[in-house]
């Protein structure tokens, strides 16, 4: 069955470090997000991007954050100078299309530990 | 602001006795309601969709109701492998976000 694969699964990194998280999407999917997960926390959007653009963006998506999908079939999230906050599972999903509006695929994370 | 708000927090369960699990919303024209299992340190997984008062979906031992103010989830006769997260997303008009719930910790004991 297809998968949304993500990597590295757990990264550990110095405030004020950039991290690039990394995610491969479903192959035939064309819409894909980031959301983030606090510990203990309700799982947030980050981002979402859709023919090799940004769609939509939430607050906490600021000028650190940036989204790139560089060869068609990776997807990354870059954090450029990571803060004690940024600490969280950072999720990648992706959907086929629009018409499945909130069926998303969701990786199994990247575990960001900011120092 | 729009909300969502998951009961209770975390539900314990003898295998075999049902219940059910609340998601109450306060949006402003919702699109979609979802539910999505979350195991420990995994990704949330897609269960249900629902678009309109009064729709149902079933899958085993689980089924989602929806009405204009809330959600249920309601697990028949469950077993310890239910045992999960239980998360709620609403979708509103104009948005491709989803705003999840906190979500109910359920355990289910053999």
């Known amino acids: 069955e297809p998968e949304v694969t993500q990597t590295p699964s757990h990264q550990v990194t110095q405030m004020g470090q950039e991290v690039i998280l990394r995610c491969v999407p479903i192959?035939?999917?064309?819409?894909f997000y980031w959301y983030r997960q606090i510990l203990g926390q309700k799982v947030e959007f980050l981002v979402s991007?859709?023919?090799?653009?940004?769609?939509?963006k939430s607050e906490i998506f600021d000028d650190q954050f940036s989204v790139e999908r560089p060869d068609g079939s990776n997807f990354t999230l870059k954090i450029r100078s990571t803060k004690l906050e940024d600490s969280a599972m950072y999720f990648c999903?992706?959907?086929?299309?629009?018409?499945?509006?909130?069926?998303?695929?969701f990786g199994e994370g990247s575990r960001l530990t900011v120092l | 602001e729009d909300q969502v708000t998951q009961s209770p927090e975390a539900l314990r369960l003898q295998e075999g006795e049902s219940s059910s699990l609340n998601c109450s919303y306060t949006?402003?024209?919702?699109?979609?309601l979802f539910w999505y299992r979350q195991d420990p340190g995994k990704g949330p997984e897609f269960l249900f969709t629902?678009?309109?008062a009064g729709e149902e979906k079933e899958k085993e031992r689980l089924k989602a109701t929806l009405t204009k103010k809330e959600s249920f989830l309601h697990i028949t006769a469950p077993k310890p492998e239910d045992s999960a997260t239980y998360l709620c997303?609403?979708?509103?008009?104009?948005?491709?976000?989803?705003?999840f719930g906190t979500g109910t910790r359920l355990q289910v004991f053999p």
């Open positions: 999903a992706s959907k086929l299309d629009s018409r499945n509006t909130g069926e998303l695929f």
């Open positions: 192959s035939n999917h064309l819409y």
């Open positions: 991007f859709y023919n090799n653009e940004i769609s939509e």
């Open positions: 949006v402003s024209g919702l699109r979609g």
């Open positions: 629902l678009y309109s």
């Open positions: 997303a609403v979708q509103l008009y104009n948005t491709d976000k989803l705003i």
